[in-house]
């Protein structure tokens, strides 16, 4: 039998909330990303039933993968039913305030950042390319 009942749970909420902070200081945007989507996956396995699969397998691997340093702490403050970050820390954390800072430091050059912009925006600039070669044949 399935239950479509809403149920409160604020504890529960509050640890997922400072799981989802440790994981934004912790894991890297593609992780992240790709991680919601096996999330998304497994609740869907589960809720089928499907617990003993490969795929069920696959997808806890996975994500127990991806939990291996999530550790740190994390500060909320809870006011009339909202959760407000008030900081959150790790020895593993992928930010650095050397690599962040917009002064000129030894381990960042900023001039890295051209290449990527570059990169990046060569779909863009063969599109904009492509569309002024239609416009003047159209002439």
Known sequence: ???????????GTILMEAHKQL??????????????EVGN????????????????DALIAFTKSTEEYMTGEVKLRLY?????????????????????????GDLYDHH?????????GLPLKVRALKLMETKTETK
């Open 80 to 104: 009339k039913g909202n959760i407000i970050k008030a900081g959150t820390t790790s020895p593993y954390s992928l930010y650095s305030e050397s690599l962040a800072s917009f002064t000129t």
């Open 41 to 56: 996956k497994l609740a869907q396995v589960v809720y089928e039933g499907k617990w003993f699969t490969p795929l069920c």
């Open 1 to 11: 039998m399935k239950s479509r009942g809403v149920y409160e749970t604020p504890g």
């Open 112 to 120: 890295d950042a051209d290449g990527f912009i570059t990169l990046f």
């Open 23 to 36: 994981e934004e200081l912790v894991l890297d945007r593609a992780t992240m990303e790709f991680k919601k």
